[in-house]
């Protein structure tokens, strides 16, 4: 009887791993999709009025202008002229909405180029946030490099990476692993700390404080 409630157990938990991502997939890709619908219905309702084709269909359409357009303006801006009127639009409109910059720099932050972008070019380090003489270390990304050898690292919070503290820290509590990609580490923080093991599964003596 034991051996048959484990079984019915082991396989319900098992099919809720396979279909919950599945099902997590497709809600929120439903509300992005209806929210996007929602957010271009100015721009549906005219198409709809002179236009016998579904209402999915204009939107789908709709949609598809929109990528068009942004790819468009990206390649604008990606043109010396296009750079100086992006600059030009973005100094008016930081005068005309304060919050604008904010805004921006966030959505940057996450998905900009390399550049601008401390997800994509920041360095992965554990550091010792009681000092070098207690033992315990967390998980950071190495945001900034100050002149005098400090770091500026930003510990991200599991489950959610997008938040988290910022600290500044002597070199001397700080140690790099240059070879682990802010992606890998970030699998670790949204699952708790799981795989960890792996992850820093390398000899300590190779990773300089000082680097």
Not at 13 to 25: D, E, M, T
Request: one cysteine or more; aromatic letters at 10%.
């Amino acid at each position: 009887m034991n051996k048959l409630n484990n079984f019915i157990k082991k396989s319900i938990i098992g099919g809720l791993l396979v279909i919950s991502p599945i099902v997590i997939l497709y809600f929120a890709f439903r509300w992005a999709f209806y929210t996007l619908t929602d957010l271009i219905q100015p721009l549906v309702t005219p198409i709809a009025q002179h236009s016998s084709a579904p209402e999915f269909v204009i939107d789908i359409f709709v949609i598809i202008m929109i990528l068009v357009s942004c790819f468009l303006v990206g390649s604008i801006v990606a043109t010396s002229a296009g750079r100086w009127l992006h600059s030009r639009f973005d100094n008016t409109l930081a005068k005309m909405a304060p919050g604008y910059n904010l805004i921006r720099d966030i959505i940057h932050q996450f998905f900009g180029d390399k550049s601008n972008s401390p997800f994509k070019t920041g360095e992965i380090a554990r550091v010792q946030l009681f000092g070098s003489d207690i033992a315990t270390d967390v998980t950071a990304i190495v945001t900034s490099r100050h002149n005098n050898g400090w770091f500026t690292v930003f510990i991200p919070t599991g489950p959610n990476p997008t938040s988290g503290m910022i600290y500044h820290l002597p070199p001397e509590q700080v140690r790099l692993y240059p070879e682990i990609k802010v992606d890998e580490a970030l699998k670790t923080i949204i699952s708790c700390g799981a795989g960890s093991n792996i992850l820093f599964n390398t000899d300590s003596e190779t990773h300089n404080n000082s680097q």
